[in-house]
């Protein structure tokens, strides 16, 4: 069953960088023409390059960014023009990408865990003290570090406590915005094995937003890859890395990455001279939005590809399972 729907959600935010653009300005692209659905308990991983507008995404899902148009579906019900309150609050949660500042600084972390389970009165008082001891030990923190404010925690620490914030409250949905871009490698792996713990053991679906792909290998059940604000390839995890289709895929699977600054900025590019730097998603751009680096472009690519169904797959390429 779906959770979650998302039909052809688009975002634009305009740029003004002259006095021309002040009167008639540009538009930045950031999510254009997404679809796609999430199934109950799924593990679904949304990857792509820095500013491809994966953030954009995970705000619109949660609520935190009212679309341009298109519609968002969450267990059969229209919430496209809801303000979440109250149970479908809950039911939909975020980890940011920045654990340095997602957590109220003023605040120590147990009173940032519960403060959802109290918001929402999930339990009476006199379960507050056991319900925060549980979460303490299923997300792999003690109580010593409950007591501390978030710069007392490490980044590690404190994307644990972000999950147990966003776990307490038993939501449906959690949308875990790149929860492990700034960690080092072994702290990444046990983020990723909690939030896998976590789906496992509550049955929630998780979207896993992530520059990386290899982040995801081991635990995302589908995969969608984002490019310049459309996902260019869909499908099951296993078929998506074992045999990509889209040219960008390809590419995300076999390039070179800019380590550096992946390490300095959590940001993910490809190093220039693989296949070029991103283009921007202005609103000038016409036809496949990928053919300015993509070494198999035609013609016919000037026109806007339509997605193409592969074994199972969705794909946006003028020549997907061709190439
Ligand atoms: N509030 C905003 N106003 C104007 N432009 C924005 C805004 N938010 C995002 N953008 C632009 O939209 C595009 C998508 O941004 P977004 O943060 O969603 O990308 P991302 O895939 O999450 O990138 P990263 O991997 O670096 O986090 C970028 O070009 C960004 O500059
Ligand atoms: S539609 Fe054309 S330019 Fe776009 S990815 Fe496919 S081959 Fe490349
Ligand atoms: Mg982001």
């Not at 490698?185 to 290899?214: C, G, N, P, T």
Request: aromatic share 8%; glycine share 6%; with cysteine.
């Amino acid at each position: 069953m779906d959770i979650l729907k998302i039909e052809r959600v688009k975002k634009y935010f305009s740029v003004r960088r002259n006095l021309a653009e002040f009167f008639k300005p540009l538009f930045i692209r950031a999510v254009d023409d997404v679809s796609f659905d999430v199934k109950a308990g799924e593990f679904f991983g949304l990857i792509g390059e820095s500013g491809c507008g994966k953030t954009t995404l995970g705000k619109i899902i949660v609520k935190l960014i009212q679309p341009d148009s298109g519609k968002i579906i969450f267990e059969g019900k229209d919430i496209t023009f809801e303000k979440l309150r109250g149970e479908m609050r809950r039911n939909i949660q975020m980890i940011f990408q920045n654990p340095f500042s997602s957590l109220n600084p003023k605040m120590k972390a147990k009173d940032i865990i519960l403060e959802g389970v109290m918001i929402h009165k999930i339990a009476p008082k006199n379960m507050w003290k056991d319900i925060l001891e549980e979460l303490i030990i299923s997300c792999g923190l003690s109580p010593d570090l409950a007591e501390r404010y978030p710069d007392e925690l490490s980044g590690g620490q404190r994307q644990r406590v972000a999950i147990a914030r966003a776990v307490a409250v038993k939501p449906k949905l959690l949308v875990a915005d790149e929860p492990t871009s700034s960690l080092d490698v072994s702290v990444r792996a046990q983020i990723l094995e909690l939030l896998e713990k976590i789906r496992r053991e509550q049955r929630i679906s998780i979207i896993f937003i992530s520059h990386d792909i290899s982040t995801i290998k081991a635990y995302a059940d589908r995969v969608a890859v984002m490019y310049l604000g459309k996902i260019v390839e869909i499908g099951k995890k296993e078929d998506v890395i074992s045999n990509p289709l889209h040219p960008y895929t390809r590419f995300l699977l076999n390039s070179v990455v800019d380590f550096k600054r992946v390490m300095n900025e959590g940001r993910y590019n490809l190093l220039e001279g693989d296949i070029g730097e991103v283009s921007y998603q202005l609103s000038d751009i016409r036809g496949c939005n990928f053919a300015p680096r993509c070494p198999f472009k035609q013609k016919i690519c000037e026109e806007q590809p339509p997605y193409v169904e592969v074994d199972g797959r969705k794909v946006l390429c003028h020549f997907a399972g061709k190439i």
